[in-house]
């Protein structure tokens, strides 16, 4: 199959930085908080700043979502490391779901993907990302006369559906490290709610991928033609990339689609069937259009 090209680019930076090994080791505390020296080797001609102070707050997001048989409940975590200098450096925000299904075993396998998906970020954030940003800093920024802007990275979880069948979220991480402009990774995470199980495309019925790719390429055609977006040349080559259900690559099983009362999105994250300045484009269809190949136990 063929691979994806700027998402799987996005995923394996994400995986270098998060099992970098070395450099900060900070306090993760709402009321408590730790510094640390940079690895001096790093740094040869900027005088070291020697420490970087992280501090971290909980709050109870009003995001909450409920309903007889599930419900979603998000804590959202914010901090931000500062150098000895008192340059902020890193600043982060991110939600955390606590998961109730009226089926144990369910809710454990969905709170603990979950789980996993929020120490992920919270590791890169907290501690990778801060080492890039104080090296920057030091590297090109002590002795300039420039301003340092600082990291960021802001994740949030959008409940798009949760019920007795299915939960969809949809997670948008969008940060700044450096460069000329930020981003926005949007993908997403499905669940049976029965099973706790992934929600793949399977599932969903057997010729639901092939139906959804040639929906997705004719909305993209349309949309091409009357000028409402301008796809790449070979944006035809990137439909494949746009209908995911997190099986195409080992290891990760992030989607690009979620599920609402009113139907099925799809997405195409920047730079894969457009450009940057194009923003992120999603594809909506409703449950009708997917009537006669989807499994009606996941219809509204």
């Not at 920024?141 to 019920?163: H, K």
Request: one cysteine or more; hydrophobic letters at 40%; a negative charge.
């Amino acid at each position: 199959m063929k691979q994806k090209s700027c998402l799987l680019a996005l995923c394996l930076a994400l995986a270098l930085t998060l099992t970098a090994c070395g450099g900060i080791q900070t306090t993760q505390s709402e009321d408590e908080s730790g510094s640390a020296a940079p690895d001096a080797s790093a740094f040869a001609e900027a005088e070291p700043v020697e420490e970087a102070d992280e501090s971290q707050t909980a709050e109870v997001d009003s995001s909450v979502s409920t309903n007889a048989a599930a419900s979603i409940s998000l804590e959202t975590v914010k901090g931000t490391v500062v150098a000895d200098d008192g340059t902020l450096l890193v600043e982060y925000s991110y939600q955390v779901p606590t998961v109730t299904l009226a089926d144990a075993t369910a809710q454990a396998k969905v709170q603990e993907d979950l789980d996993a998906e929020a120490e992920g970020f919270a590791t890169y954030v907290q501690d990778t990302m801060p080492q890039y940003a104080r090296e920057d800093y030091q590297n090109y920024y002590v002795d300039s006369s420039f301003a340092f802007n600082n990291y960021s990275d802001e994740m949030t979880i959008t409940l798009a559906r949760v019920d007795d069948a299915v939960i969809s979220l949809v997670i948008d991480a969008v940060g700044y490290s450096g460069g000329p402009h930020g981003w926005d990774y949007r993908y997403c995470r499905n669940y049976g709610a029965q099973t706790g199980e992934m929600l793949t495309f399977a599932m969903l019925g057997e010729d639901f991928r092939s139906a959804a790719e040639a929906l997705v390429l004719a909305k993209a055609d349309e949309m091409q033609a009357e000028g409402a977006v301008f796809f790449n040349y070979n944006y035809a080559d990137c439909i494949s990339e746009v209908v995911c259900d997190g099986t195409e690559i080992e290891g990760d099983f992030s989607s690009t689609y979620y599920l609402t009362d009113e139907g099925i999105t799809f997405i195409s994250g920047q730079y894969i069937m457009q450009s940057y300045a194009e923003g992120i484009i999603e594809f909506f269809f409703s449950y009708d259009d997917f009537i006669d190949v989807m499994n009606s136990q996941y219809m509204l």
